[in-house]
């Protein structure tokens, strides 16, 4: 058994029987609230939060808590009872699968392969997703990944599916005795997908009830969980950007952004759930971020994390949440106007008598 290896992928089938092969019970270590749980609920709460569920502390855990963690976050994210949620929480798993395996093919590709049983090669993959007929190299190489691969075209449309953009339609590709022609980063896309699919299946857990068995000694981790997630405030769809009439929380998390200091996680998710929400993409954004220590690439990967796989909005958490969080203080006894970001910002347009201009029309105007 090779437990390291299992604590960075997880989704293994061989990583099951790793599971219990520890000779550890799943419903004792929950009970007994072992630090496989806290790593479970951090696993989580960094899916809904970052798109990852890498540690932020990697040091604090063993293997074998990374291992098991897996597990009781699926039986986290099965109680929360959201389509959404599972939804990123397997895209966050699959991004942070992916973003491991690009290193270890890296580290193959400099001769390193073998020096740690904790890496995976491409064989070992494609095989476990079942994908080792269906994807093969262009060429061969006894210490260099190849930069081209074929992938059948039967399994590239199942695995390319979705919104990925013109670039990716079967009329746009090179098309050679049945298999598709994919560069090696293209690749890593559509075994992210693989991965989110291998993840996503069987989830939610069925049979699980609150308040009994395994499920009550995790209530007040799922309670946390679930102010994360928020309630999904009914608003009228927003498509217009006029910072001076933006909630005080949001526009406090711009001036520390603009002062140049780092936003934490659930900062900057409030802060891209808040400017998407109001109908921002994400060129705007970087934009309108500009000066601010904000990530353009950090920016354009939460924006595109911020709709689930049906297309639906994540929104902003609500004030209360906010407000746990020391973001929202209730600036100007806010609350009586609206308890969420979102709703406040609309019930500000609607009462505004001002000429409002879009700050897009503006930026337009200038550039003229």
Same mark, same amino acid.
């Given at each position: ?51 990852? *569920?890498?540690?932020? /502390? ?6 074998? !808590?990374? %291992?098991? @963690?897996?597990?009781? =976050? +699926? ?22 699968? *992916?973003?491991?395996? /690009? ?6 590709? !400099?001769? %390193?392969? @073998?020096?740690?049983? =904790? +890496? ?26 190849? /930069? ?8 590239? %449309? ?5 919104? +990925? ?204």
């Amino acid at each position: 058994m090779s437990t390291p290896l299992y604590a960075r992928y997880p989704f293994l089938e061989a990583a099951r029987q790793a599971v219990g092969e520890l000779g550890v019970d799943i419903e004792t270590l929950i009970a007994e609230g072992a630090p496989a749980v806290d790593r479970g609920r951090e696993r989580v709460e960094r899916a809904l939060l970052a798109g990852r *569920v890498d540690a932020e /502390e990697p040091a604090e855990w063993r293997d074998e !808590d990374e %291992l098991l @963690s897996y597990p009781i =976050a +699926r039986i986290l994210v099965s109680l929360l009872d959201s389509g959404a949620a599972i939804d990123k929480y397997a895209a966050a798993e699959a991004k942070t699968a *992916v973003q491991r395996l /690009e290193k270890d093919f890296e580290a193959g590709d !400099d001769g %390193l392969k @073998s020096t740690t049983s =904790a +890496r995976l090669d491409r064989e070992t993959v494609l095989e476990e997703l079942d994908l080792s007929t269906a994807i093969r190299p262009e060429t061969s190489h006894p210490s260099r990944e190849p /930069e081209w691969f074929r992938v059948g075209v039967g399994s590239y %449309l199942r695995l390319a599916s979705g919104d +990925r953009g013109d670039s990716w339609r079967l009329v746009n590709r090179e098309v050679v005795d049945g298999d598709v022609r994919v560069e090696r980063g293209e690749l890593f896309a559509l075994l992210r997908t693989a991965i989110r699919r291998r993840i996503a299946a069987g989830l939610p857990f069925e049979g699980l009830t609150e308040g009994e068995g395994i499920v009550e000694p995790l209530e007040a981790d799922l309670a946390e969980l679930r102010r994360l997630l928020s309630e999904r405030t009914v608003v009228g769809k927003i498509d217009f950007v006029n910072r001076a009439l933006f909630p005080p929380c949001i526009e406090n998390l711009l001036q520390k952004a603009e002062d140049g200091i780092e936003l934490q996680e659930f900062e900057s998710f409030t802060l891209m759930a808040f400017l998407t929400g109001i109908g921002m993409e994400a060129d705007e954004i970087i934009e309108f971020c500009e000066n601010s220590s904000l990530d353009p690439e950090g920016i354009r990967y939460q924006t595109e994390y911020l709709k689930d796989d049906r297309g639906t909005q994540y929104p902003p958490p609500s004030c209360e949440t906010l407000s746990a969080y020391g973001i929202c203080h209730n600036e100007d006894d806010h609350w009586k106007t609206a308890g969420h970001p979102l709703a406040y910002y609309q019930a500000r347009l609607e009462a505004s008598d001002d000429d409002l201009v879009d700050w897009r029309e503006r930026q337009s105007q200038l550039s003229e």
